[in-house]
């Protein structure tokens, strides 16, 4: 069965790093892309990035521009997201979802807390 | 990058139908037949109810129901049962080969 298993959230203090991790299991981790979600606490569902299956393609939205970076190693089954400079408002649960290769997320994480705060 | 736009809270009787709407631009909603919808109950993850507009995946309920006019897309909920209290998130593919989520909309069973 597919699963994703998400890793590295914590309480950072602004201004610092922190490096995500999302562990596939299932099914052929190379033909997927993969995106991450956030979600702030009380608060709805945010789209935060996307890295293609070869990993040659990456989009992020406009908040975390510059500031994050996706990457995967194919051969570990796992995708990171490295976020630098973090903001109190970067404070969410943040979920890795399977991209279906139809646009749609159809297989979700249990998500990992990233605190900001000093 | 604007959210797309959901009221913020619907309701109705168990049996009912409601319908909640997630309007967007014709850089997402309207410029594509690529709108899913997300059902996600309070602490847990969410959870695919429909995709590319009108398709349901296997796993959901055939009560759930989704279409589209020009930039507004819908989800239509009928013989509403007390587990479909939750908050529910309509998403996008967008023309910058990004996704956008609605703000979504929370669901009470009266």
């Known amino acids: 069965q597919v699963q994703l298993v998400e890793s590295g959230g914590g309480v950072v203090q602004p201004g610092r790093s922190l490096r995500l991790s999302c562990a596939a299991s299932?099914?052929?981790?190379?033909?997927?892309?993969i995106h991450w979600v956030r979600q702030a606490p009380g608060k709805g569902l945010e789209w935060v990035a996307v890295?293609?299956?070869?990993?040659?393609?990456?989009y992020f939205t406009d908040s975390v521009k510059g500031r994050f970076t996706i990457s995967r190693d194919n051969s570990k089954n796992t995708v990171y997201l490295e976020m630098n400079s973090l903001r109190a408002e970067d404070t969410a649960v943040y979920y890795c979802?399977?991209?279906?290769?139809?646009?749609?997320?159809?297989?979700w994480g249990q998500g990992t807390l990233v605190t900001v705060s000093s | 990058q604007s959210a797309l736009t959901q009221p913020a809270s619907v309701s109705g009787s168990p049996g009912q139908s409601i319908t909640i709407s997630c309007t967007g631009t014709?850089?997402?909603?309207?410029?594509?037949?690529?709108v899913s919808w997300y059902q996600q109950h309070p602490g847990k993850v969410p959870k695919l109810m429909i995709y590319?507009?009108?398709k349901r995946p296997s796993g959901a309920s055939n009560r759930f129901s989704g279409s589209k006019s020009g930039n507004t897309a819908s989800l239509t909920i009928s013989g509403l049962q007390a587990e479909d209290e939750a908050d529910y998130y309509c998403?996008?593919?967008?023309?910058?080969?990004?996704?956008?989520f609605g703000g979504g909309t929370k669901l009470t069973v009266l």
């Open positions: 014709n850089s997402d909603v309207g410029g594509y037949n690529y």
């Open positions: 590319d507009v009108t």
């Open positions: 979802a399977r991209d279906s290769r139809v646009y749609y997320f159809d297989y």
């Open positions: 890295i293609s299956d070869d990993g040659k393609k990456k």
């Open positions: 299932g099914f052929t981790f190379n033909r997927y892309g």
């Open positions: 998403s996008s593919y967008t023309s910058s080969s990004t996704w956008v």
